[in-house]
């Protein structure tokens, strides 16, 4: 593996950041974003409960985003090859998890017949 | 603006489509559009990670080899998800939503691991500028280092405990009984150990590839004997936790690969799924750490003799025709034998006979009534009934005093009067739907065999219940015939 081929791995790394402040930086989202899920996600009542975990179970294939950056990056050939499985994995999760969480919802839906 | 930051600004827009999508899942009617802009965010999420640096630089360097072999596999998990999804039956829902959920957590398992042999080999890089690079992010304790053993655990925690789930849900033949083993607490604290001993080391060595299959491994291995002692009726709450994972796991996997579009992805589902299991343990009056790890004791359970006694009641479909005729009020409480009956469109034509006669009828839906969340009302709403007449516990208790008809079918726990009478009963203190207060209450079951917490149900020896013994398709189908008949 020439050297030339691991810079790019890295660019998004090079910003002159240490890594205890970046672990602030994305501790800070975490707390937020799960204190913005735990107040939106109460609301949610009983009977939509199912889609609800289909439907966060398909936002969860979110991972495909780091799949796709490691599998594209090829910076390793054991590590693309990991990425390009973890691509369909996710991908499987993402998709599945929208059609079927559609599924479910159209069924709540009066038909429009 | 620099790309990387067009590509920040795509995140942050992906990240707000999924804050709208969680919180229009709040109305069943605004909830198909909260799905749509759910993918939609994904749709930009991965439009943006292939415009990330290392991709492009690639694509420079090679040309779009890389990319297409992406698109390749992005379209191969495409096509089976969307197969998946669109085959499986309605009935089956929780596994396949327990069989998804593992794929993301796998996936987020590999993405470290993939992220960290790529670091490893960056680190014995010629270029300086490369290798002090990820010199500092392999120093010991650093964000990477934890974060990696983080995703890797519950990565492989969420795969192996939702292949479990599923095929306990799938009742393949050998995961059907509970795994009762009782050195199992022992087996499971020794892999704990294990566990926070790898973490300990990967966080000291981030460069032990080998210390992160390792852990992965024994997160296999605790992923199923975390999952396998769990009975039937718990699933719910392991459906949950297990989404949750998945979420956790994302959120990690993040952290490692410096990208908030997954920590806050992954963040909201994982709060998504600990309040469904928080919504869960309460419905059955339990903690989580029980469910988890206590299965439920039996010590102290009535004596089903004693209970049952020459006060069981049989009735003809015939017999019970005649009480629903003059029934007013019908209120319908399925349980997880509707869902293995398959009788929702039974019901709906049971329901259908009663209306045209005057008869108002509504669905009892308990919180925990089948093996996910909300599970019931997916199955109704399948054959058609309309969501406005299933109605939640705590809204229905107050009317079954004046309910003429309860007619129970597959629910057994649920509605145990024990719950609430009997305070050394296991399931003391139980939330329950009150159908014992109504005037009649048919109980549509195939014997007198106890639910899943192996108890009596005084229930079916009540002077007011009348206990139709078939199985609950053909007993609905019959009881919609002779009613018809009348």
């Known amino acids: 593996m020439s050297p030339s081929l691991l810079i790019p791995l890295l660019a998004d790394v090079a910003v002159a950041e240490d890594p205890a402040t970046r672990f602030i930086r994305l501790l800070t989202v975490f707390l937020l974003a799960m204190w913005v899920g735990f107040e939106v996600i109460t609301k949610v009542p009983q009977r939509l409960h199912t889609p609800l975990t289909s439907g966060s179970n398909a936002i969860s294939g979110i991972t495909a985003v780091g799949a796709i950056v490691v599998a594209g990056a090829m910076a390793t050939r054991f590590g693309s090859l990991l990425g390009l499985l973890a691509v369909v994995l996710a991908m499987i999760n993402v998709v599945g998890g929208f059609v079927v969480t559609h599924r479910m919802l159209e069924m709540f839906n009066p038909k429009k017949k | 603006m620099s790309s990387q930051a067009w590509i920040n600004l795509a995140y942050l827009a992906a990240s707000m489509l999924f804050i709208v999508a969680f919180k229009l899942m709040t109305g069943p009617r605004t909830a198909v559009k909260g799905n749509y802009l759910g993918a939609a965010g994904m749709a930009i999420a991965l439009i943006a990670a292939c415009c990330e640096g290392p991709v492009v630089e690639r694509l420079r360097a090679v040309g779009s080899?890389?990319?297409?072999?992406?698109?390749?596999?992005?379209?191969?998990?495409?096509?089976?998800?969307?197969?998946?999804?669109?085959?499986?039956?309605?009935?089956?829902?929780?596994?396949?939503?327990?069989?998804?959920?593992?794929?993301?957590?796998?996936?987020?398992?590999?993405?470290?691991?993939?992220?960290?042999?790529?670091?490893?080999?960056?680190?014995?890089?010629?270029?300086p500028a490369v290798a002090q690079l990820a010199a500092t992010n392999l120093a010991p304790w650093t964000q990477f280092a934890i974060a990696t053993a983080l995703t890797g655990l519950i990565?492989?925690?969420?795969?192996?405990?939702?292949?479990?789930?599923?095929?306990?849900?799938?009742?393949?033949?050998?995961?059907?009984?509970?795994?009762?083993?009782?050195?199992r607490h022992w087996i499971n604290l020794g892999l704990a150990v294990v566990t926070l001993l790898l973490i300990w080391g990967l966080c000291v060595y981030p460069r032990s590839v080998l210390l992160y299959w390792l852990l992965v491994i024994v997160g296999s291995v605790l992923g199923c004997t975390l999952t396998m002692p769990i009975g039937g009726a718990d699933m719910p709450v392991v459906i949950c936790l297990l989404n949750s994972y998945s979420g956790l796991?994302?959120?990690?996997?993040?952290?490692?690969?410096?990208?908030?579009?997954?920590?806050?992805?992954?963040?909201?589902?994982?709060?998504?799924?600990?309040?469904?299991?928080?919504?869960?343990?309460?419905?059955?009056?339990?903690?989580?750490?029980?469910?988890?790890?206590?299965?439920?004791?039996?010590?102290?359970?009535?004596?089903?003799?004693?209970?049952?006694?020459?006060?069981?009641k049989s009735a003809s479909a015939e017999e019970i025709a005649m009480v629903l005729e003059g029934a007013s009020r019908v209120v319908i409480v399925p349980g997880y034998g509707l869902a293995v009956a398959q009788a929702q469109h039974a019901v709906r034509e049971l329901a259908n006979a009663l209306e045209k006669r005057g008869t108002t009828v509504e669905y009892a839906i308990h919180p925990v009534a089948g093996r996910m969340p909300g599970h019931m009302n997916v199955l109704l709403a399948e054959a058609d009934i309309p969501y406005e007449k299933l109605r939640e516990m705590d809204d229905i208790n107050p009317t079954f005093p004046e309910t003429d008809v309860v007619i129970v079918i597959g629910a057994n726990d649920v509605v145990n009067p024990a719950a609430r009478t009997d305070p050394k009963s296991p399931i003391a203190g139980m939330p329950i739907l009150d159908v014992d207060k109504a005037r009649t209450v048919v109980v549509v079951k195939r014997s007198l065999s106890p639910g899943f917490a192996g108890i009596p149900n005084p229930l079916f020896a009540a002077d007011n219940t009348l206990m139709y013994f078939a199985d609950g398709k053909k007993a609905i189908l019959e009881l919609t015939a002779a009613l018809q008949k009348s």
Do not use: H
Request: glycine residues 14%.
């Open chain 2, 65 to 127: 080899g890389g990319l297409v072999t992406v698109g390749i596999a992005a379209a191969i998990g495409s096509a089976i998800g969307a197969a998946m999804a669109l085959k499986y039956p309605m009935t089956g829902m929780p596994q396949m939503v327990a069989l998804l959920n593992g794929f993301g957590g796998a996936a987020s398992a590999l993405v470290a691991g993939a992220e960290l042999w790529n670091m490893t080999a960056a680190a014995k890089s010629d270029a």
């Open chain 2, 155 to 183: 990565g492989a925690v969420t795969f192996w405990g939702s292949f479990v789930a599923f095929a306990k849900l799938e009742e393949l033949p050998r995961f059907k009984q509970a795994w009762t083993n009782p050195n």
């Open chain 2, 249 to 312: 796991a994302a959120a990690a996997a993040g952290f490692v690969i410096d990208n908030s579009v997954l920590v806050i992805a992954g963040s909201l589902v994982g709060a998504s799924g600990l309040i469904l299991t928080a919504i869960m343990c309460k419905a059955m009056n339990r903690s989580l750490v029980g469910v988890l790890f206590g299965g439920l004791g039996t010590t102290t359970a009535a004596n089903a003799d004693d209970v049952y006694a020459g006060k069981v």
